[in-house]
Each structure stands twice: as C-alpha cells, then as structure tokens.
C-alpha cells in the first residue's frame, strides 16, 4: 500500500492526517453544507478545496509531494466519502425531524414515506 495509497514512511501518518484530522473537517462540511440545505455539489467543491489543504499539510509538516495528483486523487476521494456520508447521515435527521409526518427513518442514511393510514 505504501506508494500507491500514501507516500509517507508509516501508515499512520497518512491515517492522523488524511482520515482523522481531514476526516473530520470533512464531516463537519458535510454536515454544514445538509443543514444550510444547500445541494450536493457544493459539498464536492468545498470537499476538493479541503483536499489541497490536506496535500498540502502533508508537504509542510511531513515533506510530502505538494503537486501530485495521484495523491491528491487519493486524499480527495477520502475526504468525498467521510463528508458525502455525514452529508446523507445529516439529511436523513432532518427529513424525519423537520417533517416527521411525511417521513420516517430507515437507517442511518435514508428514509422512506409514511405508510398513509385509512383514516386520513
């Protein structure tokens, strides 16, 4: 994995980094982004702008390759699937919160209608 995933000399580098640190800054701009109600591209954009920030941490504290695209690529794409997930997991709470009578919650990431009851 060492040179195709991370460039680093210990993995661990690249988990602290990329995953915790960028991770977590990640899922509070997706998390930011689901309740300002704003679309889903915007959360990639603002996603690719933190993924140069990680790059660049990444050259700063630990001499790593600033203009690479691969990690760059790699970098990036983490950050996509840990902000998209908080994304999702965000807009799921406040489908079933902001309109519990439309909808209920399946899992951690969806929702479904309500069954309409015969009633009315």
């Known amino acids: 994995m060492q040179g195709w995933l991370y460039e680093e000399p210990s993995i661990w580098l690249f988990l602290f980094i990329t995953v915790v640190l960028g991770g977590s800054a990640a899922w509070m701009t997706g998390r930011a982004i689901a309740l ?7 959360l990639i954009v603002y996603l690719l702008i933190l993924g140069a920030a990680v790059r660049f941490i990444h050259f700063a504290l630990f001499q790593g390759t600033l203009l690479s ?7 990036a ?3 996509v699937i840990i902000g998209s997930l ?3 997991h965000t ?3 406040q489908m079933t919160t902001q309109y519990r009578w439309l909808y209920e919650r ?3 990431f969806s929702w479904r209608e309500k069954a309409s009851h015969p009633n009315g």
């Open 106 to 108: 399946v899992g951690p």
């Open 69 to 75: 695209p691969h990690y760059y690529a790699v970098d």
């Open 86 to 88: 908080s994304f999702q």
């Open 91 to 93: 807009r799921a709470r």
């Open 36 to 42: 300002t109600w704003r679309p889903r591209w915007q």
């Open 77 to 79: 794409v983490v950050l």
